[in-house]
């Protein structure tokens, strides 16, 4: 069983930047996908950013230059570097892995843009 622990949320003012770490337990190896998604309070749940195991990204239009997802295979974690906030970022962030055909999903980190 794998599990998700999210961290680096919190309160920051517009322009600000945050990065938010996911740690993946045990060893994640051969193909997989881990990505975030954010649900702000009465929307869906939406697609932030994604990266696979070869290294290829894709993000939504909404923050295209302005967050970076990458990885640190060594400690099976993902982040997601946030730049110049605004406040329609305002959202809960999860991190997701698909993996051998299985999904997994953090517990999910508030993030707050707000002056």
């Known amino acids: 069983q794998v599990r998700l622990v999210e961290s680096g949320g919190g309160l920051v003012q517009p322009g600000g930047s945050l990065r938010l770490s996911c740690a993946a337990s045990?060893?994640?190896?051969?193909?997989?996908?881990m990505g975030w998604y954010r649900q702000a309070p009465g929307e869906q749940r939406e697609l932030v950013a994604t990266?696979?195991?070869?290294?290829?990204?894709n993000y939504a239009d909404s923050v295209k230059g302005r967050f970076t997802i990458s990885t640190d295979n060594a400690k099976n974690t993902v982040y997601l570097q946030l730049n110049s906030l605004k406040p329609e970022d305002t959202a809960v962030y999860y991190c997701?892995?698909?993996?051998?055909?299985?999904?997994?999903w953090g517990q999910g980190t508030q993030v707050t843009v707000s002056s």
């Open positions: 997701r892995l698909i993996w051998r055909g299985l999904n997994y």
């Open positions: 990266i696979t195991s070869g290294g290829g990204t």
């Open positions: 045990g060893s994640i190896s051969n193909t997989y996908v």
